[in-house]
């Protein structure tokens, strides 16, 4: 009798009571781990006489780095060291993604090609491509660029002003004019200026249902402004030509077998797999959506533009956005060939300091703020393009 | 054409030659409209200026058995560094007269996995014999029982290192991602809220960043005396990376689950345990068999990266014989030899991937 009263159930039996319990264990638990972990790496640091904390940031460094965007030396700080080691990553995965988006989009279109040797073809690379570490295939890369390329001495020009050696690529580009500097501001304006216009010809579309040239339109502003300051400024033409000068080229532009390497084993890795999600939007949107855009008489190009592309890209975007994740999360593997990354150069941080906890907290803490940045992009495109089901 | 229309007066119409066999099918596959003739057109040409003259490379110049000198002077692939150097490649430092042994445990391995393709075999004595089989495998590997020569796990290399990463790698990250990914639909906040932290932290950061964590900082978590050799603190790393990627798609299956599933175990009367081990884990695990192969997948790529904590691992027995004077310089043939072990390897999973994916959608069809 007594056991059918609410109150009267003993407390392990109670599911509410028992998950509480349950939780206490848990943490107890997790909390005895960590204690655990913690109490015995004081006792080893303090054994090793390895100070903790980020103090080493303002000493000097004493290594060279390779290549940097920013002024350095071996004079510099450990902290400045590790800002070259981030700005590298950031240039080789910003790079990368541009780049394996135009490859990957159109292999994904070639895959799903009504040709079928183009179809086959992208098929076969996609299959390989995926199925081969991408740590092989950047050894690979860098291993045919120092092996088969010559000294710069005999560098190959397949094209003037443009030079193959195994010290890396030298190329032409326009020697420095003041005129850089205002055509990348005008480029800047003029890709505000387009996302402006684009707004407000959405709106426009919505209200009226006018359609703007946005596309036209956008072209001619990103790629008109820069020409007219360009040309504003006398047209400068002069070209800043590489010159073997010793043993190495000076002039123009050099980019390093490490930088290429990385760049090409990211770009060709990353775009089978983004080819294939750009293959599995475009065929998500069923053949009927077409059918009917084209029996309400709208032309092949409205068709894309206002019917397939804006359902394709709610499918494809989710994970085009995780595969630019995975590519600078590969980034890392730059510590293998020797690009100065930030993993590579907090590596050598590492080695030269001892102070590995924070170096790999440093490395974990810079792909985190990456990783969940994106997801935080992600939450609110998803909002954004959910479906109002009604 | 004429004659054709002759013939036909009792049967039916032949289609003309121009839209069937070989004629017909490039008209309709390569040359249907202007953009893609000029397509094909440019792509054999392409294939004209590439292939050929790789065939030539990587056959007809090529010298298969030589030594490393006789080779520099050719203009061909040297595939001579891979028969002279296979077996260190193959089994790294492992002591030469008991490489047979690797070989047995690999071979075992492929037995297994071989059998394992059928679902039909999907039974009990499977499982038992998983588990004798992984059992000999760690025998054979390190030895010291029945006679066998006891072989320290510093000298396991190459190809065996590189199946055992992986194949142990996800037979503990399994079960431990089940469990992150029943603590992330749990009811309990804590236990959530402590897997959600779990998974996500993991999952942000790259691996090479927890191998380092596994070589350099893993020392500092133990107890002085205490030391737990590489390969071991490695494999814990790729444990944990592999889990958290787990535990995610182990969420979307049961996330596929109705919820007339749970009503209709908590109404026979079952309680937490007996639903999930009963009701739901089976149907849940059985969903997401394709996406969790595609992680078996990327976990036998992944293994790769362990050369940069310096295991010898295929890809630094392979960089080691490169780096002898002899060999230098035949790089391309070396990687292109251990680039179609890989290949092989994740081909032939993610073909039976999809085989398993049409097989179980027609399952659920009947």
Not at chain 1, 234 to 242: H, Q, S, T, Y
Not at chain 1, 340 to 353: G, K, L, M, Y
């Amino acid at each position: 009798m007594e056991n059918t009263l609410p109150g009267s159930v003993p407390f392990w039996l109670d599911p509410k009571k028992r998950a509480i319990m349950f939780q206490i264990a848990v943490f107890v638990m997790v909390g005895l781990l960590v204690y655990y972990l913690i109490s015995n790496t004081i006792i080893n640091l303090k054994k090793q006489s390895i100070a903790t904390g980020f103090s080493f940031f303002h000493k000097e460094s004493s290594f060279e780095i390779g290549e940097s965007l920013i002024s350095y030396s071996a004079a510099s700080s450990y902290g400045r060291a590790l800002v070259v080691g981030a700005l590298n990553t950031l240039k080789v995965s910003f790079i990368g993604i541009i780049i394996t988006l135009l490859l990957g989009t159109i292999l994904g279109i070639a895959r799903l090609s009504s040709n079928w040797l183009v179809s086959k073809l992208a098929s076969i690379y996609i299959e390989v491509m995926q199925d081969i570490p991408i740590l092989l295939q950047l050894f690979f890369w860098y291993a045919i660029f120092y092996e088969t390329f010559p000294s710069p001495r005999q560098a190959l020009s397949p094209i003037t002003g443009l030079f193959l050696c195994n010290r890396g690529v030298a190329f032409t580009v326009p020697a420095a004019h003041p005129a850089h500097k205002y055509m990348l501001l005008a480029l800047f304006v003029g890709s505000v200026v387009v996302y402006l216009v684009r707004r407000w010809a959405k709106k426009r579309q919505e209200k009226t249902g006018e359609i703007f040239p946005v596309f036209r339109f956008g072209i001619a502003i990103v790629i008109g402004l820069p020409l007219i300051t360009w040309l504003a400024f006398g047209a400068p033409m002069k070209m800043d030509i590489p010159k073997l000068v010793g043993f190495n080229f000076k002039g123009g532009m050099t980019l390093s077998p490490e930088f290429i390497a990385i760049l090409l084993g990211l770009i060709l890795y990353t775009a089978a797999f983004v080819a294939e999600v750009v293959r599995a939007g475009i065929q998500s949107v069923s053949k009927g959506q077409r059918e009917a855009a084209m029996s309400i008489g709208l032309r092949p190009a409205p068709i894309l533009n206002l019917v397939i592309l804006p359902q394709a890209l709610r499918v494809i975007i989710p994970p085009l956005t995780s595969q630019m994740l995975n590519l600078t999360k590969n980034s890392s593997l730059a510590v293998a060939i020797g690009y100065p990354d930030f993993v590579s150069v907090a590596n050598t941080t590492i080695n030269q300091t001892g102070q590995s906890i924070e170096g790999v907290a440093l490395i974990m803490a810079l792909y985190l703020i990456f990783s969940l940045s994106t997801s935080a992009f992600m939450n609110w495109y998803n909002k954004r393009v959910a479906l109002v089901e009604r | 054409m004429e004659e054709a229309i002759k013939m036909t007066e009792t049967e039916a119409l032949k289609p003309p030659v121009t839209s069937v066999g070989v004629i017909g099918w490039a008209k309709n596959n390569l040359f249907n409209g202007w953009f893609n003739s000029i397509l094909t057109i440019v792509t054999l040409y392409l294939l004209w200026k590439i292939i050929p003259p790789l065939f030539q490379w990587a056959f007809i110049d090529s010298v298969w058995h030589t030594t490393g000198k006789a080779c520099r002077g050719i203009d061909g692939a040297c595939w001579s560094i891979i028969p002279t150097n296979m077996r260190f490649i193959i089994f790294g430092f492992f002591p030469y007269e008991q490489q047979w042994r690797p070989l047995l445990a690999m071979f075992l391995l492929f037995g297994l996995l071989f059998y394992s393709r059928d679902r039909n075999h999907w039974k009990k004595p499977l499982g038992y014999a998983w588990i004798v089989g992984l059992f000999t495998m760690g025998l054979l590997m390190k030895g010291g029982l029945f006679g066998l020569i006891p072989v320290e796990s510093t000298q396991w290399g190459g190809l065996p290192l590189t199946l055992l990463l992986s194949v142990f790698g996800l037979t503990a990250a399994y079960p431990l991602g089940v469990i992150l990914a029943l603590g992330r639909q749990s009811k309990m906040r804590g236990v959530k809220w402590i897997c959600v932290l779990y998974i996500e932290l993991i999952r942000g950061v790259p691996l090479i960043s927890l191998l380092f964590m596994s070589a350099i900082i893993f020392p500092l978590f133990l107890p002085e005396g205490i030391t737990i050799n590489k390969i071991l603190r490695a494999q814990v790393a790729i444990i944990l990376f592999t889990a958290s990627y787990i535990a995610e798609v182990v969420r979307g299956g049961l996330q596929g689950m109705s919820r007339g599933q749970y009503e209709a175990a908590e109404s026979m009367g079952l309680n937490y345990y007996q639903t999930m081990r009963l009701v739901i884990l089976p149907q849940a695990l059985k969903i997401v068999i394709p996406p969790t192969v595609s992680i078996l997948i990327s976990a036998f790529k992944d293994t790769s990266l362990v050369v940069i904590i310096a295991l010898w691992d295929l890809m630094k027995t392979t960089q080691s014989v490169l780096s002898d004077p002899e060999w230098m310089g035949f790089s391309r043939e070396a990687y292109i030899f251990i680039a179609i072990l890989y290949f092989l390897g994740c081909f032939s999973m993610s073909n039976y991937s999809r085989k398993l994916e049409k097989e179980l959608s027609a399952g659920e069809q009947q």
